[in-house]
């Protein structure tokens, strides 16, 4: 079974400039979280959407963070402008529903804002 | 708000060398708590699932249990290829499924 795949795994780019991360989770899963790893912390959930409707976007920096997950299959993130505190490692994970249980997570992709 | 706290934040060991990681948690409700290991320059991947106090989960040279505070990961004779980060995270009652990880435990195991 394929896992859930992230695109690109890394990416430079210059303080307030713009950037884009796509998720594809495992086929299936009804369920798809993001989440922002700054190196020696945990993952920090940013955001998660049962099919394509958002679950809890509580802790997403609105003002700069966007997310969306066309067709309740593929998501993307979005970073615009970024900030010197966004370098972090963002992943993506998927379960197949809400009512708990494991989630299975990408690979990352690591966020260098210089 | 929910919490976990991990301890040691780094641990080494020699090949064989027994020893637990600790996590402690605070959360209202408990619906479960994760171990995962993550490997660098990988995702977590997902090692167990513990719901109710005195509940224990084991696989390989690894073994997990819990109490109504804290969970113990206990490494039995482990080898080098157990040296990774293990993170500890837990999902309540208000939370959906959302995890609330800890910062983890970074294990080396030397020969």
């Known amino acids: 079974e394929a896992g859930v795949a992230q695109s690109p795994r890394y990416k430079i780019i210059e303080k307030r400039q713009s950037v884009a991360f796509w998720c594809n989770p495992i086929?299936?899963?009804?369920?798809l979280y993001w989440y922002q790893q700054i190196l020696g912390q945990g993952p920090k959930l940013l955001i998660q959407f049962q099919n394509n409707g958002v679950v809890d976007d509580s802790q997403l920096p609105k003002d700069r963070f966007s997310a969306e997950r066309l067709k309740g299959v593929d998501s993307t993130l979005k970073i615009q402008p970024a900030k010197l505190e966004d370098s972090a490692v963002y992943l993506c994970?998927?379960?197949?529903?809400?009512?708990?249980?494991?989630?299975?997570f990408g690979p990352g992709t690591r966020l260098t804002v210089t | 708000e929910d919490q976990v706290t991990q301890s040691p934040e780094a641990l080494r060991l020699q090949e064989g060398e027994s020893s637990s990681l600790n996590c402690s948690y605070t959360?209202?409700?408990?619906?479960?708590l994760f171990w995962y290991r993550q490997d660098p320059g990988k995702g977590p991947e997902f090692l167990f699932t513990?719901?109710?106090a005195g509940e224990e989960k084991e696989k390989e040279r690894l073994k997990a249990t819990l109490t109504k505070k804290e969970s113990f990961l206990h490494i039995t004779a482990p080898k080098p290829e157990d040296s990774a980060t293990y993170l500890c995270a837990v999902t309540g009652q208000g939370g959906g499924n959302k995890l609330t990880f800890g910062t983890g435990t970074q294990l080396k195991v030397e020969l």
């Open positions: 959360v209202s409700g408990l619906r479960g």
């Open positions: 994970a998927s379960s197949i529903g809400l009512a708990g249980g494991e989630q299975y």
């Open positions: 513990l719901y109710s």
């Open positions: 086929s299936g899963h009804a369920t």
